[in-house]
């Protein structure tokens, strides 16, 4: 399988099937090794500490794992999450978030990798998941 | 440890904190083995495929294993998730959610436990959450 | 589906796919609601620190869910394990484990449960392992 | 921190601390960015269907998080799992195993990171762990 989408498209489909939040998210990067996006922090996403939320973090890795399959499979919107493993490494800043998926596996039922999660003005991760989606049957 | 709480009091500390999604919460019974908690469902936690969103059942699994430690150990408000590893079972109602939360190591540093999410009119659970929380020092 | 081998035939089965281990292994209780196992420890289950190993609590959790899935499902034996997470709560004692599984979906293509691990002379578990088994197509 | 163990003591350390199994181990690598281990495949580490049984690949990623964070902090024996959440990918050859590990986060109290499983033959990884390791005071 290969990467088949454009920036464009996966921006649409974001903001036609995801319409509360799409505005929110930037897609980066659409390469088939550096899928990559942003999630805008406003004041929804912050908790105390002044940190940003964990619900916040997975949102954003479940997102980016989602289109970063999408990306490879097609517009397949009810491909759906199965499980997810999140580590919070750091305390963000209250700053926006960025993504980078992995693929490391895609089948044709299943779709598995991770996500790192960073923080701007800091180097290291911040959290990091391990995801599987489901693929509907064609 | 044993259960130190009232309701109102955790309830206040939940507006308190957090007040962007408080008042979507509800706490339905806080004593010691069966700490359980119900989210109302709204257009911004639906997706493709008129289901209730993964991070909305995380976020649910999130808010009530905290609080079941709270519960605990008083409101330290800086009580932070480590790891959150969660398996989706079945496609939710656009219903509210009620979860149920179970404590099964609460030491110095770190709390321990599962959660399981169901859904309004659906006997068996939709998602499962096992949850670590960082405890500060005092 | 309900409860359908017998303790003998699912004895019978274990000795016959996994010669290298299954003599460690008991069956204790196979009743659908109630799948327990004990493992017998012995030297080369302990690790430094005079307690028994992660992998061999891991070990467990995975032999007591496969068996507790084939009990609902028949003995298909290419079951197989796609995801665990597992939590160390508590030091075992050097004394033999004893698991409790509890299947939460059973549907046609996976079976998630979790396990909880007991040590002897402890009362509180010393694990617990979320675990997603897939089964294969008749 | 930095990497401060030579191949040699981490080996003799393996020797001493787990008789049972480090006959079985090679280091190949150890690396800041390259901690990487085998694990030769005998026939009680296999499993129906001609494979390596998922408790082996587990024993493989928990052994090799271990000893690349020791590699790190010296060697404090008791440093323990407290969590690891493994995705089985594909099946293996009967074939020796390669670990690749990744520290993601080493604290003074939390050593987080991931281990990617490879088997011989197979150029994708065959399994993938998050894993979380305890690190005790001085």
Redo the contacts between chains.
């Keep these: 399988m290969k990467q088949s989408m454009t920036k464009k498209s996966l921006t649409d489909f974001l903001e036609r ?2 319409p ?2 799409s505005q929110s998210f930037n897609i980066l990067d659409i390469s088939e090794n550096n899928f990559s996006m942003s999630l805008k922090i406003t ?2 996403h ?4 002044g940190t940003v939320s ?2 916040t973090m ?2 954003l890795a ?1 997102v980016t794992f989602y289109l970063a399959t999408l990306n490879m499979i097609g517009l397949k ?2 491909t ?12 963000p800043n209250q700053k926006d978030l960025i993504s980078k998926a992995r693929i ?2 895609l089948g044709k ?2 779709s ?1 990798g ?1 996500v ?1 999660i960073y923080s701007q003005g800091i180097n ?2 911040v959290a ?1 998941a ?1 995801l ?1 989606y489901s693929i509907p049957p064609n």
């Design positions: 099937e995801f509360q939040v004041d929804e912050l908790r105390p500490g964990g619900p997975f949102l479940d919107s009810l759906v999450t199965t499980n997810c493993s999140i580590n919070f490494l750091r305390k490391l596996k039922t299943l598995v991770d790192l290291e991760p990091h391990s599987t």
